[in-house]
């Protein structure tokens, strides 16, 4: 299957700070790619849908202030969690499709583990 | 509201056992239904995907079925191994949107004891 890189695997940051996690697909091109959030023993949330070229779309409840989506090319995503705090902490995942449209297979990265002290 | 449910929430077998894993979901208008496996810490790694039109897929010792009229999906594991210890995840894509963003399960926490 199709490969998506994510970075950093783990970081640890103090609140108030804000971090960058990269999403990449490493041997397809992602018009389109997916930012999950995954709380521990809970399955995953779509947090955004994230457009090349376009602003990203939020699902209800989440702010899009604090968690902010660039997508600036076809393999590259970026989400910034701006000024975090403990509640923050979680496990975030990317994804993309290789084939596009709403039927292809979604292919996922290894997860970033974010602890905001 | 689409919502995935998957039973049992934890299973333990004992190696060499066949199992089956349950999703139902709310809503059948899907585009596809996915299985994937999570290993503890660790991201996503895709099992089989469904499409709508079909009725299973197999992979290996993986089959998964689905029933898309009454919102059901089963993955069955075939003469489990110690090695299929992990958390098995389903999703569906809702119909109706035009990205193939997924609807997740709770997750079925399976321990294969050697």
């Known amino acids: 299957g199709a490969v998506v890189s994510q970075h950093p695997s783990r970081v640890i940051c103090k609140s108030g700070t804000s971090v960058k996690i990269e999403c990449r697909s490493l041997?397809?091109?992602?018009?389109?790619m997916f930012w999950y959030r995954q709380f521990p023993k809970q399955s995953l949330m779509l947090m955004a849908t994230s457009n090349e070229g376009s602003k990203a779309t939020y699902e209800q409840g989440v702010e899009k202030d604090k968690f902010l989506i660039n997508h600036a090319s076809l393999t590259l995503s970026t989400l910034t969690v701006t000024s975090a705090h403990p509640e923050d902490s979680s496990f975030y995942i990317c994804s993309g499709s290789s084939s596009g449209g709403p039927t292809g297979e979604l292919f996922f990265g290894e997860g970033s583990r974010l602890t905001v002290l | 509201k689409q919502e995935v449910t998957q039973i049992p929430a934890a299973l333990s077998v004992p190696e060499g056992e066949n199992l089956v894993l349950n999703c139902s979901f709310t809503d059948s208008a899907i585009y596809n239904l996915q299985w994937f496996r999570q290993d503890p810490g660790k991201g996503l790694t895709s099992l089989l995907l469904i499409q709508s039109s079909q009725r299973e897929q197999t992979s290996g010792r993986l089959n998964a079925s689905l029933d898309k009229s009454s919102g059901r999906s089963t993955l069955y594991i075939a003469a489990s191994q110690p090695g299929d210890s992990a958390t098995y995840l389903c999703?569906?894509?809702?119909?109706?949107?035009?990205?193939?963003?997924?609807?997740f399960g709770t997750g079925t926490l399976l321990a294969v004891q050697p």
């Open positions: 041997d397809f091109q992602a018009t389109t």
């Open positions: 999703a569906v894509s809702p119909s109706g949107g035009a990205t193939n963003k997924l609807i």
